[in-house]
Every structure is written in structure tokens, then in C-alpha cells.
């Protein structure tokens, strides 16, 4: 019954939607109306309100949904939807203060004359406003309303035409900052904790353990992983519109013929087309970069970009009078002025010592005080010239509303759908699929690009994503990022906006199209700029690196980056440090003939020892890296046979758990039936009827299992085992090897600081002979913290702390003092042989160093290099197949 009342959820929602019932009521609506109809039928015929739902009830159902959405917008943690109203202020802004239409014309005659030339600059422009507004219903209305009459004006071909500007709006879907991704973000990490928790079951099924290794996990993405990833895929798109605009007009150049300018390209045209192009590109720096190099999470950007929108406004709805730039010159001076001071002063206002951050302070607060003047006065500008700030306020304020009661509403159908066994359903039509990962990736985007023509992108974010992203992002077998999986959602709505007949860019161009262009010109439009967007989605789809690339790099540059230690790193790493030992191998073995050949008799007999294994230990380097390879090439050469068993096996094994939950709902229909009195009849014998099916199925898919299975996967395990021990040992080994090099090097570093603790230890003497007890005391503890601030310093400190326990029950001067002693003879010769090695040995120490930095030593090291983030981003954009741990 389950199914017929999730039907009937879907049938109400589809209706609601097609009577043109607003979105915002039309989820919400059919949820809380089909659930009530479920418990009401629930009541009359089984006497029992929670009968015809798979699991709870109609009130758990109905507050589930009010739960879920206060958890995850009410959480203070979880603000990344804090960016939509900014960004959204950001794109009506620009769009009402006219800087589109500057754009516009500035970058039609800039690239006018070349064939094509009006063409490329719509789709420049469209890639500009795609990155400041983000719309793309402004985008499409404002170049249609611009570019349009001027590209039939001068003979353009009214399908390229319509389907340049078509095709250039809906960039605002895909290139960052932008409304879309946002909204992705905020779904897949919740989708990313769903998946991994159902791998985590998956993995303790498969393995018997209940710790999912880190490795084998799902990493979450954010909104500004969500920009970087879609930022090439975006950059490839345009640069498909344009190179296809260029090779149309070279073969037929009637279609787009090229357009001269009527004036001169003098120093006037020059700064014409810089106060055009300038400020949108140094707001997209601003938002972007501030990103990228981690000056600013997405909602810090946000409001930098909010503030920047204001700031162009401002001067832009002022033009032609004397202080027109005036505010803006003010914002940015004082911008300036903030980072200069920033880079000469610490501003901690709880922090402040000394007269120089007091300085600093006060520049600051006046920098600060003229910029909030700037903003101020460039608000105030907005707001008075055609009451532009209240009519962008009120825009904002609609457009943000209607996002949030959309969430609302989705989390309310969302959870009416799953308590009606809906996303179970769909999971067991998806995993059930011939073909894996692929077949299931096909289906979901073709759903999501046939969506498209009727719903709008918040909708599919809100209500498809979280159903199906969680069963994508838990395959194993494809192992994909949640930030790939939301860009190619992205492209995929994306093409659906352009697609006829229903594509919402088509509607949006033909409202504002003259009457001599036709909807078939704009339909034959874009039908050129679709197979690019699908060629686009292709490219994404089979080079996985160019949306996973810039994020896993800018992560592993950034401050927050995991030290090279990290288990997840591992393999990527090995791979980038192996090829340095091929290549370094003779270097590496003459740096220890080298330091073997040093005279450090001098030193401690336990460092000496612990350096002469740090020479065998990177000798032997060599070979388990052998032992690593000769693992991996055999479990390689096994896994080419064994790879389609496991998937045979694991297929099989999954359709036998769909027939055990089948098996177990027609048992619970009996038991329904027993408990209003029905134990015999038709309907009873029915369901034993289909329990008998069933279960005679399910003997017939373990029948198909292969006999020869668990031996094939004893040896998989054993194979695999065998490499992870190789892994094992050569990761112990680089460490030991490394960590004494380390660790005397700091020793023979730190010799200065060392001998500034001698004279606070000879006072000592003095101290424990005449002062009270209770004040040497405190005074020997200030010299223990100063030797703990030294490494290798513990026997020395150890001696100093039993003399002041001397001093502290029963006070014996005499036996503190003796143990200052022997505290003072540990410390003279640990200052003598430091201070012999730092003159004699550190330099070739740390020549040594030099050489197994990158290799031996790269596990230890605070954070990867630069050559090796590159090499290690690159590694883990590629997404693996981990089907064979589970």
C-alpha cells in the first residue's frame, strides 16, 4: 500500500505544479495532504494510523521534515545558505545599475571588427555577468534586450544570434559565484553524510569490521570547493561558444560578419573600455580570489562582493557629474590603506602591548571610518537616484524568501517521500541496474535534464538531489567526489535551460525579442550550443581532474592543509616520492657515504648509534620500495581476472538482500492481517504464495554464485594484505630513519638557547643556599620551564626538579644542592658537545637533510611542498575504483 500512497504524492505534487500552484505551497502541500489520506486509510481499514507507512507514523513523518531543515539551516555550524542573499544582492545590483549594458557595448566594440566578433563579445560578457550576478534570467533579459537588436542590426543570423545570448545567460548556472552551487554545496555535504554512513554498513558487511578505513571514506565538499570545481568546467564552455562562434563565421561569414568601429582607438576608447571592464573584473578578483587564497570563506566573499555591487552602483547611476567617482575613490583608498597597515602592524585589539600597535590601531579605525564613508555615501546614492537600493532590497528579499520556502517545503516532501519507502525504492531500482555506477550516473542525469524543462534549479537541488546523490556518492566502484557530482548536475541543469521546447531561457529571450524573431529561430539557435553544453558535460565527465584539480590544490596549499602524514595522502604521495628515488637513487646513497665518513665521536653514544641506523634504514629504503612495487604488479595481474567476479558476486549478493527486504515486507503483511483477526482466506494465501516465490528466487541467485569465490577471494585478501604490509614497513622504516636526523638536528640547533639557560642555573646555587624554601622553589621552577622550552634538555631538568623536591616536606638544603650539581655537570656537557657540533657537523647535517627532505623525510615534513601538492592534487583528482574493499 506504501507504493500506491507514494504515487499519490508524486500525482498531487505533479498537479499542483502543472495548475501553476506556487512551488513554495506545492511541496508541502501534497506532503502533508497525502500523508494525512495515508493515516486516515490507515485508521479506517487497519485500525492503526501508522499501517501504510514503511516505518513510523504521519506525525513522525511530518515533524521529520520541520527536524531536518531545522538541523540543517538553524545550526550555526552549517551557514553556507548565508550567501544567498548576498550574492543575489551582488547580481540585481549590478544588473539595476546598468554596468551589463556598459560591458556590453564596450566589449562589442572592442571585438567587433573580427568575424564573429559581436557574437564572442556576447558570450564574454555573459561570462562576466555569469561570475558578478550569477542570474540567469537577468543575464538572458538584459543581453537580449542590448545585444540583441544590435546583432540584427548588423545582419547577424537570427539563430546564432538568439542562441549565443541564450546560451551565454545560462553560464550564470555554472560559472562561480553562483546561486546554484551553493545550494548543491549545502545538499551534497548533507548527501556526503548519508553516503558514508552507507558505506560504513557496506564496508562492516563486506568485512566483518566496523571502522571505516579514512581512505576508503567520502570527503564532503563546500560551497568554495563547489566554485573552484566548476571554475575550469566553466572556462571550457566559453571557450567552446567562442572558438565555435570564430570557425562559423570563417566558413560562412554572412552569419556573423564582422562589425567596424565608427570611432578611433585613441587613449578616450581606451579608458572608455577600462572603466567598463576594470571594476567587474576586479570584483570577480575580489570574490573569487579572496576564496582561493583563503582571505575569505564564501559568506565573507559574499558580502565583498555585496559591498563592491553598492560601491559601482554608486558611481555608475552618478555619471557626468564632478564627484562621481568620488565615494568609490574613498572605498578603495581606504581598502588599500587597511592592507597596507595590516601588512606593517599586528591588529589585535585585545593584544595591545606596545605603542607601535596602538598606531597601528588608530590607523586602522580612521582607514575603517573612511571606508564605511565611501560605502555610505555610494548606499546613499542608490538610494536616492530612482529609489534603485529599496527596489534591489525588495528583489532580494523576494528572491531569498522564496528560496528558504522552497527548503522548507522540499524537507517536508523529502521526508514524506522516504516515509513512504520512496528513496528505498529508488535506491533498489538504481543499485539494481546491469552496468554499476555508469548506468545508474545516466539515468539520474537524464531524469535531472528532463526535470529541467519543468522545474527550476531550486527545486531539482532541493527535492532530486538529496534522494539520489547519496546512492551516487556511495558507489565505490566510480568512488566520486561530491564537488564532481554537483558541477555535473550543474552542466547537465544547465543544457536543460536551453533545451526546446521548454527550456526557461528560450521563454526568457522570446519575452523581450522583437516580433521579426521567430521561436523556431531561437529553437534552431540553440541547438549548436547544446551539443557544446553536452560536449562540455562530456569533457568534465571523463577528465574528472579538471573539477577536482584547483580545490584538492587549493587545500593542499592553504594554511588548514593536512600535514603529509595523513593516511588519505599516502598512496599519492609514495607515487610522487618513488620517482624521486629513481631518479635521485646515487644522489641519496653518496649523501650517506657521505655523513657515514663524519667524525662524530664527540656526540652522545645514543645519537651516534640512532645516526648510524638512520644510514641503514635509508639504504634499505630502496629495497622495500621494491617489495612495494612487486606487490602491487602481482595483486594488478590478479585483480584483471578477479575484478569481474567481485562484481558478478557482489551483484548477485545485492539482489538477494532486495528478495530478503521483499521476503520480510510480505511477512509483515501477514502479521498486518493477523492482528485485525484475518489468519486464513485468499489474501493470506497469496502472500505465503509470493514468500514461496520468493524465497525459491533467492535460492536460484545463490545457486548462481560461483564455487570457486571465497577461495579467489582469499587470495584478493591475501595479496592485498601482502602490499598494505609492504606499505607497513616502509613507512615505519622512512620514519625511523628520518626522525633521529630530526631530532639531532634540533638538538645541535637549539645550543644557543641552551647556554642562555647557564647563568638562572648558576644563581640556583645561591638561591637554594640562602633563600626560604617556598621562594627558591618557585624560583627553580621558572629555570625548569625555561629547560623545557629546550629540546633534549629532560635529565637535565629531571635533576633541577628533584632539588627543588628537596627543599619541599622536609626541607635538605644540602641534598638540593647536590643534585644542582649534578644537574650543572649535565648541562656543561650537553652545551660542549652541541656547541662543538653546531661548529663541526651541523652544516653537513643539514646538507643531508637537504637530500632526503623530499624523499626519505617527506612523511615528517610540517606540509607538502608545492611541486609535490601539484603532484598529489593531481593524484587524488582522478577518481578511484575502492570496489574490490568492500
Not at 562576466?128 to 545585444?147: C, K, N, P, Q
Request: overall charge neutral; aromatic content about 10%.
Amino acid at each position: 500500500m506504501e507504493l500506491y500512497f507514494l504515487g499519490l504524492l508524486l500525482l498531487v505534487m505533479m498537479s499542483a505544479l502543472i495548475s501553476g500552484f506556487p512551488v513554495a505551497f506545492s511541496l508541502p502541500g501534497s506532503a502533508i495532504l497525502t500523508i494525512g489520506i495515508a493515516a486516515l486509510s490507515g485508521y479506517i481499514f487497519a485500525s492503526d494510523i501508522d499501517a501504510y507507512f514503511v516505518q513510523g507514523g504521519p506525525v513522525e513523518w511530518l515533524t521529520a521534515g520541520v527536524t531536518n531543515f531545522r538541523s540543517l539551516y538553524w545550526d550555526v555550524e552549517r551557514d553556507t545558505l548565508i550567501a544567498v542573499p548576498l550574492f543575489v544582492f551582488m547580481g540585481i545590483m549590478l544588473q539595476r545599475s546598468k554596468i551589463a549594458e556598459d560591458l556590453l557595448v564596450a566589449m562589442a566594440q572592442l571585438f567587433g571588427p573580427i568575424p564573429g566578433g559581436l557574437g564572442i563579445s556576447v558570450v564574454f560578457v555573459g561570462a562576466l555577468l555569469a561570475a558578478t550576478t550569477g542570474i540567469v534570467g537577468a543575464t538572458v533579459i538584459a543581453m537580449g534586450l542590448i545585444s540583441l537588436p544590435a546583432m540584427l542590426q548588423n545582419n547577424y543570423s537570427k539563430p546564432l544570434a538568439t542562441g549565443t545570448i541564450c546560451a551565454s545567460g545560462t553560464l550564470g548556472q555554472i560559472i562561480p559565484p553562483s546561486i546554484i552551487l551553493i545550494l548543491l554545496a549545502d545538499q551534497l555535504s548533507n548527501a556526503t553524510d548519508i553516503a558514508s554512513t552507507s558505506r560504513q554498513t557496506a564496508y562492516r558487511e563486506a568485512t566483518g569490521e566496523f571502522v571505516l578505513p579514512s581512505t576508503l571514506d567520502i570527503t564532503s565538499t563546500s560551497a568554495g570547493d563547489m566554485f573552484m570545481g566548476a571554475f575550469v568546467p566553466g572556462l571550457v564552455l566559453v571557450g567552446l561558444y567562442m572558438l565555435y562562434i570564430l570557425i562559423y563565421a570563417l566558413i560562412k561569414p554572412e552569419v556573423a560578419p564582422p562589425v567596424l568601429y565608427d570611432g578611433k582607438y585613441d587613449l578616450k576608447f581606451v579608458m572608455s573600455v577600462s572603466l567598463s571592464l576594470v571594476p567587474p573584473l576586479f570584483l570577480i578578483f575580489a570574490v573569487l580570489g579572496s576564496i582561493v587564497l583563503g582571505i575569505a570563506t564564501v559568506n565573507q566573499a559574499g558580502s565583498i562582493g555585496a559591498i563592491g555591487a553598492m560601491v559601482m552602483g554608486g558611481y555608475r547611476l552618478n555619471t557626468g557629474k564632478k564627484d562621481t567617482y568620488f565615494p568609490a575613490i574613498l572605498a578603495i583608498g581606504a581598502t588599500i590603506a587597511i592592507s597596507v597597515i595590516l601588512s606593517f602592524y599586528q591588529l589585535n585589539v585585545k593584544n595591545i602591548k606596545t605603542v607601535s600597535d596602538t598606531i597601528g590601531i588608530f590607523l586602522a579605525v580612521i582607514a575603517v571610518i573612511v571606508l564605511c564613508i565611501g560605502v555610505f555615501w555610494s548606499g546613499w546614492r542608490i538610494y536616492k537616484i530612482d529609489n534603485t537600493l529599496q527596489g534591489v532590497m525588495i528583489e532580494t528579499a523576494k528572491t531569498t524568501s522564496m528560496v528558504f520556502i522552497i527548503l522548507i517545503g522540499a524537507a517536508m516532501l523529502t521526508s514524506a517521500f522516504r516515509g513512504f519507502g520512496g528513496e528505498e525504492l529508488v535506491k533498489n531500482f538504481l543499485t539494481g541496474l546491469e552496468g554499476g555506477f555508469w548506468a545508474q550516473f545516466v539515468v539520474v542525469m537524464a531524469v535531472i535534464f528532463l526535470l529541467g524543462f519543468f522545474l527550476d534549479f531550486i527545486e531539482i537541488a532541493v527535492v532530486v538531489v538529496p534522494i539520489v546523490a547519496p546512492i551516487l556518492l556511495a558507489d565505490p566502484s566510480a568512488n566520486i567526489t561530491a564537488v564532481w557530482l554537483g558541477v555535473m548536475i550543474g552542466i547537465n541543469m544547465q543544457t536543460s535551460f536551453l533545451t526546446p521546447p521548454f527550456g526557461f531561457s528560450l521563454f526568457y529571450l522570446r519575452g523581450v525579442a522583437p516580433p521579426t524573431v521567430k521561436t523556431l529561430h531561437i529553437y534552431r539557435g540553440v541547438i549548436a550550443f547544446i551539443m557544446l553544453q553536452l560536449a562540455g558535460l562530456a569533457i568534465a565527465g571523463y577528465f574528472p581532474a579538471l573539477v577536482n584539480y584547483l580545490p584538492k590544490r587549493i587545500f593542499l596549499t592553504s594554511e588548514n592543509a593536512p600535514p603529509p602524514v595523513n593516511p588519505k595522502l599516502q598512496v599519492c604521495l609514495e607515487e610522487f616520492v618513488f620517482n624521486v628515488y629513481d631518479s635521485e637513487a646515487e644522489l641519496i646513497r653518496s649523501g650517506v657515504e657521505r655523513t657515514k665518513g663524519l667524525n662524530v665521536s664527540f656526540i652522545p653514544e645514543k645519537h651516534q648509534k640512532r645516526l648510524s641506523e638512520t644510514h641503514e634504514r635509508v639504504l634499505a629504503t630502496f629495497g622495500l620500495v621494491e617489495n612495494i612495487r612487486n606487490a602491487e604488479k602481482e595483486l594488478a595481474s590478479f585483480i584483471v581476472d578477479y575484478r569481474p567476479l567481485h562484481r558478478e558476486v557482489r551483484f548477485l549478493e545485492k539482489k538477494i538482500k532486495f528478495i530478503d527486504a521483499d521476503i520480510q515486507e510480505e511477512e509483515r503483511r501477514i502479521r498486518r492481517l493477523e492482528n485485525v483477526g484475518e489468519t486464513t482466506g485468499a489474501r493470506v494465501s497469496k502472500i505465503k504464495e509470493n514468500i514461496a516465490s520468493l524465497q525459491s528466487r533467492k535460492s536460484e541467485l545463490e545457486s548462481k554464485i560461483p564455487e570457486n569465490w571465497k577461495g579467489e577471494l582469499e587470495k584478493y585478501l591475501n595479496l592485498a594484505n601482502t602490499e598494505n604490509k609492504a606499505r607497513k614497513i616502509y613507512r615505519r622504516n622512512v620514519d625511523e630513519a628520518y626522525e633521529p636526523l630530526l631530532e639531532l638536528r634540533k638538538l645541535i640547533a637549539q645550543h644557543a638557547m641552551l647556554a642562555e639557560v647557564k647563568g638562572d642555573l648558576l644563581s640556583l646555587k645561591s638561591i637554594i643556599a640562602d633563600e626560604p624554601e617556598k621562594v627558591a622553589m618557585k624560583k627553580i621552577k621558572v629555570v625548569e620551564k625555561l629547560l623545557g622550552n629546550v629540546a633534549g634538555s629532560s635529565k637535565i631538568k629531571s635533576k633541577i626538579s628533584k632539588a627543588r623536591r628537596a627543599l619541599k616536606r622536609n626541607p635538605d638544603r644540602e641534598k638540593a644542592a647536590g643534585f644542582l650539581q649534578q644537574g650543572l655537570e649535565l648541562f656543561s656537557q650537553e652545551v660542549a658537545w652541541r656547541q662543538h657540533a653546531s661548529e663541526k657537523l651541523l652544516a653537513a647535517l643539514n646538507e643531508y637533510d637537504g637530500v632526503l627532505f623530499g624523499s626519505v623525510g617527506a612523511r615528517l615534513q610540517n606540509r607538502l611542498s608545492s611541486e609535490q601538492a601539484a603532484f598529489v592534487a593531481g593524484c587524488l583528482s582522478e577518481h578511484q575504483d575502492v570496489s574490490l574493499a568492500f
